[in-house]
């Protein structure tokens, strides 16, 4: 499992505030420090970082970092006390619910198979940390990441990025991943599915999403973290997807089926 320090040092790295947004700095900084906690990459007791160090992290004045994080503890999500720092006080989800993994993959291969994909990246990275908790791998070695715009009616419905073992590029190439949904393309290379652990969230679309997907900057979106195991149970590639939360549903079948649908 990943280390919810990995998930919050990779969130921090993507985010970004928009000095000419009509939105204040101060709401943007909350919002994306919410996002963490709700996501879990804060975790219940985790410190949040003091006004000083947010401050000097985005660039922003301490008045703004300290309006921030006073508008996190308004929302129950932290509680802050002198000479002892910021806490995380929001609890997560209760455990995950267990599902048939056969009826899952079918159902998640039907989905990709009835909509779009393009592919806007795909190249040989080297794992950062988060990455490389994620497949079991030492930061830094080289992997896969496929980066994908999902369509739905020719409407950018949400954008995928994946990670897998770099020895998979000769089957995960451009036209493939076009035309074949990626858990096929993994069937086919020999890879026997065998586990996975799905985690669902809401966040607010940062201004680079908003733009992927044709939103406005901190539109809702809903976040999926889907690690997918062989048969062994190694990893065998880490998703993360952003659907846009007013086109995109998941219908759960009580039987142990989950059905992405969208409208």
Request: aromatic letters at 4%; a positive charge; hydrophobic letters at 45%.
């Amino acid at each position: 499992m990943m280390r919810p320090a990995a998930w919050a040092s990779q969130a921090r790295a993507m985010t970004k505030l928009r000095r000419q947004d009509a939105v204040p700095l101060y709401h943007q900084l909350f919002l994306a420090l919410r996002d963490e906690i709700l996501s879990g990459a804060r975790p219940d007791g985790a410190t949040v970082p003091t006004e000083h160090a947010l401050a000097a992290q985005f660039g922003v004045s301490r008045i703004t970092a300290k309006r921030a994080l006073d508008e996190l503890a308004e929302h129950n999500l932290v509680a802050r006390r002198r000479r002892v720092g910021t806490r995380v006080t929001y609890q997560a989800a209760p455990p995950p619910i267990e599902a048939n993994i056969d009826q899952a993959l079918e159902s998640l291969l039907a989905f990709g198979r009835n909509t779009e994909v393009r592919v806007s990246e795909l190249d040989l990275v080297a794992a950062d940390e988060a990455v490389a908790d994620a497949l079991r791998i030492e930061p830094g070695q080289v992997v896969l990441r496929a980066v994908r715009i999902r369509l739905q009616d020719r409407l950018p419905l949400g954008r995928i990025v994946s990670f897998t073992a770099a020895a998979l590029a000769p089957v995960l190439t451009r036209r493939a991943l076009t035309r074949t949904p990626i858990l096929e393309l993994l069937r086919t290379s020999g890879a026997r599915i065998g586990s996975g652990r799905q985690t669902i969230s809401a966040l607010s679309a940062d201004p680079d999403l908003a733009a992927a997907l044709g939103l406005e900057p901190r539109a809702p979106v809903l976040r999926i973290e889907r690690h997918v195991l062989d048969a062994q149970g190694a990893p065998l590639m880490l998703t993360i997807a952003h659907y846009r939360a007013d086109r995109y549903r998941l219908s759960v079948d009580l039987t142990g089926a989950a059905h992405p649908q969208t409208g």
